[in-house]
């Protein structure tokens, strides 16, 4: 009986001695992985967003809250679990089909945008959306980001489509094209002034076709415009940069940004729109909410807080 109990004793040591160790070499890791388009439903219009890619950066009271103490731009990143010194700045047109035309909103930064950036083209074509396909092209403002992809090579990216934009907007940097240096100034001039023939120049409440409307909210620049969808009464507002970060700019809407070319029109037009968006319970987009960069703002103290939508743009 006692040489039972050794044996048994031994048996089981050396099953534990082989559990603890693995009998086979950890599999390699792939990577992070991002979904490149995501499509939903608004009344008889679809809606596809497209990431155009991403970039990371540091030192985060830098760009949102500037005109804030930065510990208290830290502390309010920190209480929303985000890092307090790192963001991510993700990129996200929209391709708009109404059923009669196609629609691109924005053409992010295009083939020289970077090895994580400029995937506009590419992704289009995966989400099953030809660049031949696309008969307007809506530009909601000409930062770098946004009129990256208009041409590639030599030519238009999207060769079968008219242009529209802001009045206010082509003005400002028709009469302004060196404000940003020169090269910036041979990127409006190839990517947006020459293509001034076939670009339809828009006002404040104006539509683009029936039921996408421009919403002027300048401030991020001289004539940002937003646009209103509306189909079968189901309604989403594409912001594109009236409100660059989910947390920060929703919950401190008076916070100043970086990139706000006039920091307290753009602080104006966010405080304005994102009332609305709340107060009319509607869905928005915005060009920098991480993919698919869709969801809700509710009233949350002095600001805002962002809701993800979820599934409510499938039914």
């Known amino acids: ?6 044996s048994r004793r031994a048996a089981l040591t050396g099953l534990a001695a082989t559990a603890a160790t693995p009998a086979f070499a950890k599999a390699p890791q792939l990577g992070v992985q991002r979904p490149g388009f995501y499509r939903y439903r608004l009344g008889g219009f679809e809606v596809t967003a497209i990431l155009d890619g991403f970039v990371q950066f540091g030192d985060l009271p830098k760009t949102f809250g500037v005109d804030q103490v930065p510990d208290d731009v830290a502390a309010l990143a920190t209480a929303n679990f985000l890092p307090s010194d790192k963001s991510e700045n993700q990129y996200t047109p929209i391709v708009l089909n109404t059923g009669s035309e196609v629609i691109l909103f924005d053409t992010g930064n295009g083939e020289g945008g970077g090895p994580q950036r400029g995937k506009l083209r590419q992704r289009m074509i995966e989400s099953g959306i030809n660049p031949e396909d696309v ?19 030599d030519a238009p990216a999207f060769p079968n489509a008219r242009y529209v934009t802001s009045r206010t907007e ?24 020459a293509l001034a023939d076939q670009t339809t120049f828009l006002e404040d409440g104006q539509d683009v076709v029936s039921g996408v409307t421009l919403v002027a909210s300048h401030g991020h620049s ?16 594409h912001g594109a940069d009236f409100c660059n970060h989910h947390v920060l700019s929703l919950q401190r809407p008076d916070w100043h940004v970086r990139f706000d070319m006039d920091k307290e029109a753009g602080a104006a037009s966010r405080m304005r729109l994102l009332d609305m968006i709340a107060t009319e319970q509607i869905p928005f987009s915005g060009y920098h909410i991480p993919f698919p960069a869709v969801g809700y703002a509710e009233k949350h103290g002095d600001g805002y807080r962002f809701t993800p939508a979820s599934y409510q743009l499938n039914l």
């Open 222 to 237: 001289p004539g940002h415009s937003a646009f209103h969808l509306e189909s079968e009464g189901r309604r989403l507002l």
């Open 135 to 153: 008969d307007i092209v809506v530009i909601t403002h000409f930062h770098g980001d946004h009129i990256g992809g208009l041409v590639e090579g």
């Open 1 to 6: 009986m006692h040489d039972l109990k050794i």
């Open 170 to 193: 082509f003005d400002w940097w028709k009469a302004n094209s060196d404000a940003r240096g020169e090269d910036y100034q041979k990127t409006l001039e190839r990517n947006v002034f």
